[in-house]
T-cell receptor, first 114, second 114 residues
C-alpha cells in the first residue's frame, strides 16, 4: 500500500500571509494523482486542488497552489493571502492510475491568526 | 455538491449492539467507500465497493461488514459494536479509475459506543 506522510501535525499563519503545508508519498508507480482536501470544523471534506503526476506544471486554484516534485515524491500546498476561513484540517491524498483506493495522510491542522 | 447522504448523522449506542450506517448517492458513481476518522490517524479505509455486490476490504476492516445491493446504496454494519469503534465515519464516492476524479464525501456520521 502507498504511504502518504504529512509531517506537520499543526501549523499557524498570520492573516494575509503565505503558508506551505508539506506532503510526501511513497510509490513505485509512475502514473498517479494527488489531491489536497480541506476539512473545516463543520467536518465536511472539501476538495482544494488536484495534480496529475504526468503534468509537469503545478496546479493552481486561486490562492491555492502546489509544488509538485515528482522525483522527490513531494506535493506541498501553498496558501497565499491566508484568510480566517482557511483555518481547517488539511489532508493530502494519493490515488494510483490503476487502483481503486485513495491513501490519505494524517492531516495538518492550520490555524489562521488575525 | 455531490449528492451523498449519510444516515444517521449522529448515533449513540451500547457495546454489543449491532449498528448499520447508510450511504446513499444520486451520482450513479461506480465506486463507494467507507472510512473512519480518528485523531492522529487521518482517514482510514474500512471497505470499498466497485460495483453492485462487489466489495473489498480496506486496512481496518476487522469488525465491519458492508453490502451494496443497489448502485446508490452502500451499507456499513458493525455486527457487535465495541468502544474502539467510536469514531466519525465518512462515506465517499468516486467516478472511476484511470482519471483525475477525486473522491466526494458525505457529511459524516459521529458514532459513540458506550
Amino acid at each position: 500500500a502507498q504511504t502518504v506522510t504529512q509531517s506537520q501535525p499543526e501549523m499557524s499563519v498570520q492573516e494575509a500571509e503565505t503558508v506551505t503545508l508539506s506532503c510526501t508519498y511513497d510509490t513505485s508507480e509512475s502514473d498517479y494523482y494527488l489531491f489536497w482536501y480541506k476539512q473545516p470544523p463543520s467536518r465536511q471534506m472539501i476538495l482544494v486542488i488536484r495534480q496529475e503526476a504526468y503534468k509537469q506544471q503545478n496546479a493552481t486554484e486561486n490562492r491555492f497552489s502546489v509544488n509538485f516534485q515528482k522525483a522527490a515524491k513531494s506535493f506541498s500546498l501553498k496558501i497565499s493571502d491566508s484568510q480566517l476561513g482557511d483555518a481547517a484540517m488539511y489532508f493530502c491524498a494519493y490515488r494510483s492510475n490503476t487502483g481503486n483506493q485513495f491513501y490519505f495522510g494524517t492531516g495538518t491542522s492550520l490555524t489562521v491568526i488575525p | 455538491d455531490a449528492g451523498i447522504t449519510q444516515s444517521p448523522r449522529h448515533k449513540v449506542t451500547e457495546t454489543g449492539t449491532p449498528v448499520t450506517l447508510r450511504c446513499h448517492q444520486t451520482e450513479n458513481h461506480r465506486y463507494m467507500y467507507w472510512y473512519r476518522q480518528d485523531p492522529g490517524h487521518g482517514l482510514r479505509l474500512i471497505h470499498y465497493s466497485y460495483g453492485v455486490k462487489d466489495t473489498d476490504k480496506g486496512e481496518v476492516s476487522d469488525g465491519y461488514s458492508v453490502s451494496r445491493s443497489k448502485t446508490e446504496d452502500f451499507l456499513l454494519t458493525l455486527e457487535s459494536a465495541t468502544s474502539s469503534q467510536t469514531s466519525v465515519y465518512f462515506c465517499a464516492i468516486s467516478a472511476g479509475t484511470g482519471s483525475n476524479q477525486p473522491q466526494h464525501f458525505g457529511d459524516g456520521t459521529r458514532l459513540s459506543i458506550l
